[in-house]
């Protein structure tokens, strides 16, 4: 069935100007939209896919069906022509499960080839499988794979992971025999990543009761050839949501790698995880790097982008995080964590855009390709929610220094034409690059689900020019009427599919006030790679004054559509002559030289670094003096307002009217920006000129480097959980396991390199190992510290200090000294860059007590303690810091019984007996005189209840008689 949906195309021709242009962007007055206004609230746009051949398509994912809630999704191949567009709904969406309660949400991912008429993955991730019971609601998931996105009546493929036999059941027992759901929920396909046409990466995050898993599919093949984690379900990653992104990218030129998020991991500050594709490694091997959220609810690793930003040939990651708070509620962030090499990724470098209040920054990511054609690839972040719910995107340029938190464009629906109006959720659909004009330069399409628009917007055209101006002649004096201004510009295209025939600036040059007028201005028509100059007649006023004559020029370009590089401005300076010669031409001499307040410059420390710039003039005078320095991007000129900031370097003005034979120094001031610890020195290259003819001997360009240095002092803390065990020397011990941990800190404003070595003592016994290390890990800032083992046992050279905690007489040492050796894992890792900054390493050993004891028995005669000491050694320039971790074994062997105890204990038992029975005859003890005192006792007891009876009778007849007395009364 075709649906045309009404596609607005909004072309707002304006002149566009340079100076206008805050670096490149893409045109917000050249905006294509398409807009679903046949059926609301469909989430039209939620996903998108940009796909350029003989013609230019947007399949458009609308993964909510407002007129049957139950029912799927809906996808539309958009045809985007210049004058008019129009887009077809694919047959499949809505008849695809149609009684799933709230829908399957076909197209809430997909993804595919850029070119038209290449494949395209869409996948439903709440679809319930046929072979599901009714009222069971199982949401398995499934993908629909095309082989073409332009066919648009073709029956796609369908892919239905979960239903693989060997992946396993709905339900599973976990090693206790406890029931948990296994694919029931798989929810496959909530995100996809294309790898290639025969290759489909699908996160599926309800695996194993929401563990999660990624799957890799062969198109091919019909079936997974990987899965991970294989692993039964541990409580630990239970509800992680591992799988919820996903990607693949080459972190190496010969092998892909997957990448996968769980953000509700690590205590819900989510985890990002790197693995190999080797199927036949463990699990823990498989694992590359591994990096953990510091916000619980931020849920870091929700989206993922890997991109080679600096053009080094490492990939670099970008991890969202679009809940994180910020300074208010849901502002996000984006982690970029800059390669270093195939496993190393500098520190993590967290982007904002302006963090706005629930703008959910980071919650889409698409990298654009290098739109602007500088060498660098440029990445495009989405903050959908962002101006109440409006929505906003941010353009990031790359560079050497990958990204930085300084955006070059946002782009916001605001922008755009007035007629588009009540735009919603814009960016959470976001295309990759694309070239849609065939100008070179990548195009986006942006997507606004709320409101069930979408957006093209295409790049500027991007040229490269060279300017100048001079004047036709040397000085002026007194009487001089008039001269002429001569303005040169040549320039180039970026893009090799451009082939401009012509450009137009607008010139405008304000004058001295002793010209006759103040201002001229003209446009002026250019050809691509052809040197075009015109001059302008300048007329003066008679007043006498030595100073030069100044004029400043600005170039703007009118051709629509283009970004013009280059300087905004030009000055001229025509001397006034004074003191050179004859021929009023001054042949000067000129020599520049630069010099630090610092030999050194130490990162972290110093904030700031003086340069003295000295110009020495031995000829002629020179007239009005310029010098342009050219820094590293490290660096920013403070008060610069006296300079001229062009891209790479600042001109700044030297003397105001003249230097006659001598010297002018002057100090200018830079602040350090940040600084990589990977920059090995600051570059300066200053460069002088002055009007005149200056001798081609002298030295008018320097160049100075200043050394970065790192001071900071490491140290390490070693210690053992437990710190002690009981070692049985006669009877079976459970094995032991003990953790060595090692913290690794630093002092000093240098970050610190991580460059640490654990050495762990090696012993056998009958070739046994008695220490087994069963795992290695470090981690510092979130981030995982890979730690290599050696290939054969080394002999370490430190010296056992003698304040360790053991008593040295009692204590039999198990060190990395030459009786045993250790073997060494080498753990580099990037820097530590705050003092109260750790970097943890943790060694797990299982301890063989009984080949312990076997083998030492014979030693622990004189010496009952065994101390194992493994160690940790941080290299530096001056040779390391070292600590170690001591474990003790307490020998505990029960001693036997001499044989005179067996003999002696009955006679000396028999003689204490006799003793103790005299003592107590001595006393009296068995003499029994107290019947007499009881008979005693019992007598006088009579002798009172009789005479207690007598009393009573005597009360009772006193009572009778007064009782009579008073009846007669």
């Not at 799988?243 to 690590?266: C, D, K, L």
């Not at 007239?623 to 001229?644: F, I, M, P, W």
């Not at 036997?896 to 005299?918: E, H, K, M, Q, R």
Request: hydrophobic content about 40%; charged content about 20%; some cysteine.
């Amino acid at each position: 069935m075709n649906l045309k949906l009404r596609c607005g195309l909004f072309f707002a021709y304006l002149s566009f100007q340079s100076s206008q242009v805050n670096g490149y962007s893409f045109n917000v007055e050249d905006v294509i939209v398409i807009s679903n206004d046949f059926v609301k609230n469909t989430y039209f746009s939620y996903s998108l896919l940009l796909q350029v051949g003989d013609g230019v398509s947007l399949i458009v994912g609308a993964p909510k069906n407002v007129a049957n809630p139950d029912a799927g999704g809906d996808v539309y191949n958009c045809a985007i022509k210049e004058d008019s567009s129009f887009c077809t709904q694919y047959p499949f969406g809505r008849s695809l499960n149609s009684t799933v309660p709230n829908g399957n949400f076909l197209a809430m991912s997909m993804d595919g080839d850029s070119h038209q008429h290449g494949p395209v993955v869409i996948c439903a991730p709440r679809t319930r499988s046929p072979d599901t019971k009714p009222m069971s609601y199982f949401t398995r998931g499934y993908c629909l794979y095309m082989k073409n996105s332009s066919l648009i009546y073709e029956n796609p493929a369908v892919i239905a992971p979960t239903n693989a036999i060997s992946l396993g059941a709905d339900l599973s027992r976990d090693l206790a025999g406890k029931l948990y759901y296994n694919l029931a929920f798989a929810m496959a396909g909530f995100d996809v990543f294309f790898a290639s046409p025969e290759r489909i990466i699908l996160g599926s995050p309800g695996v194993k009761k929401f563990s999660g898993a990624i799957m890799s599919y062969s198109v091919y093949e019909n079936k997974i050839i990987g899965l991970f984690p294989k692993r039964a379900m541990r409580s630990s990653d239970e509800d992680t949501y591992f799988g919820y992104s996903t990607i693949m990218a080459h972190f190496i030129p010969q092998e892909a790698w997957y990448v996968a998020g769980a953000p509700r991991a690590n205590d819900l500050k989510g985890k990002v995880t790197i693995f190999s594709q080797d199927i036949n490694a463990s699990e823990e091997s498989r694992v590359v790097a591994s990096f953990e959220g510091e916000e619980p609810g931020a849920y870091f690793g929700s989206t993922l982008l890997a991109v080679d930003v600096s053009n080094d040939q490492i990939v670099d990651l970008l991890i969202g995080a679009p809940t994180a708070a910020g300074k208010t509620w849901d502002e996000g962030s984006v982690y970029f964590y800059k390669g270093t090499s195939a496993k190393s990724f500098l520190r993590g470098r967290k982007l904002t855009g302006l963090a706005k209040i629930g703008g959910r920054f980071g919650s889409a990511m698409a990298a654009v390709g290098d739109f602007d054609l500088d060498g660098f690839n440029d990445v495009a972040i989405a903050a959908p929610y962002e101006d109440d719910g409006a929505g906003a995107v941010y353009i990031y340029r790359g560079s050497t220094e990958g990204l930085t938190n300084h955006f070059s464009q946002r782009i916001s629906p605001s922008d755009f034409h007035m007629d588009v109006v009540n735009v919603k959720g814009f960016g959470m659909g976001l295309s990759k690059g694309n070239d849609i004009d065939r100008n070179g330069h990548n195009d986006i399409a942006i997507g606004a689900y709320k409101s069930d628009q979408a957006f093209i917007l295409k790049s500027f055209s991007i040229i490269d020019y060279q300017a100048q101006l001079y004047p036709d002649i040397a000085s002026i004096s007194n009487e001089t009427d008039s001269f002429k201004l001569n303005f040169c510009i040549l320039y180039t295209e970026r893009s090799a599919q451009i082939n401009r025939n012509q450009m137009e600036f607008q010139i405008v040059i304000d004058l001295d006030y002793r010209s006759v007028v103040d201002t001229v201005s003209r446009t002026v028509t250019a050809s691509s790679k052809v040197r075009t100059c015109t001059e302008f007649h300048v007329e003066l006023k008679k007043i006498m004054n030595i100073s030069p004559f100044t004029s400043v020029l600005s170039i703007e370009t009118s051709t629509k559509g283009v970004i013009a590089h280059g300087e905004k401005t030009l000055n001229s300076i025509v001397p006034y002559s004074h003191g050179c010669g004859d021929d009023n031409i001054c042949n000067t001499f000129l020599t520049l030289q630069l010099k630090a307040s610092s030999n050194t410059l130490v990162l972290g420390l110093n904030k700031e670094i003086s340069l003295d710039v000295k110009v020495q003039n031995d000829g002629e005078p020179a007239y009005q003096c310029s010098v342009k320095l050219h820094g590293s991007d490290e660096l920013l000129l403070r008060n610069a307002k006296d300079c001229t900031k062009n891209d790479d370097h600042y001109t700044c003005p030297f003397n105001e009217y003249m230097m006659l034979v001598g010297s002018i120094q002057k100090t200018f001031i830079f602040d350090v920006l940040e600084i990589t610890p990977d920059v090995a020195h600051l570059d300066f290259k200053g460069e002088v000129a002055c009007l005149g003819v200056n001798d081609p001997t002298s030295k008018t360009e320097t160049e100075l480097q200043i050394p970065i240095v790192l001071h900071s002092v490491p140290y390490i803390i070693g210690k053992s959980v437990p710190e002690s065990a009981e070692l049985s020397l006669k009877s079976h011990s459970e094995n032991v396991e003990v953790l060595h941990q090692f913290s690794l800190e630093k002092h000093g404003p240098s970050p610190l390199r991580i460059d640490v070595d654990l050495f762990i003592p090696v012993d056998q016994y009958n070739g046994i190992n008695i220490f087994n290390v069963t795992s290695i890990h470090g981690a510092t800032d979130n981030i995982g510290i890979d730690c290599m083992p050696s290939a054969a046992k080394e002999i370490l050279t430190l010296q056992v200090p003698q304040d360790l905690p053991i008593a040295v007489n009692r204590t039999f040492l198990i060190s990395c000294g030459s009786d045993y050796g250790c073997i060494r894992y080498s753990c580099k890792g990037e820097f530590l860059y705050q003092t109260a900054e750790l970097a943890i390493f943790e060694i797990r050993t299982l301890v063989d007590m009984d080949s312990l004891a076997l083998k030492y028995k014979s030693f622990l005669t004189k010496k009952d303690i065994i101390a194992y000491v493994p160690v940790a050694h941080q290299a530096t320039e001056s040779g390391g810091v070292a600590a170690w971790g001591v474990f003790l074994f307490f020998a505990h062997s029960p001693a036997p019984v001499p044989l005179w105890v067996f003999l002696l204990g009955p006679i000396i038992a028999s003689l204490l007996l006799v003793l103790i029975s005299f003592g107590l005859y001595k006393c009296h003890f068995f003499e029994r005189n107290y019947k007499a005192k009881l008979e005693q006792e019992k007598e006088q007891q009579t002798l009172i209840v009789s005479d207690s009876d007598t009393q009573s009778q005597s009360i009772d007849d006193d009572i009778v008689l007064r009782n009579n007395d008073f009846a007669n009364m």
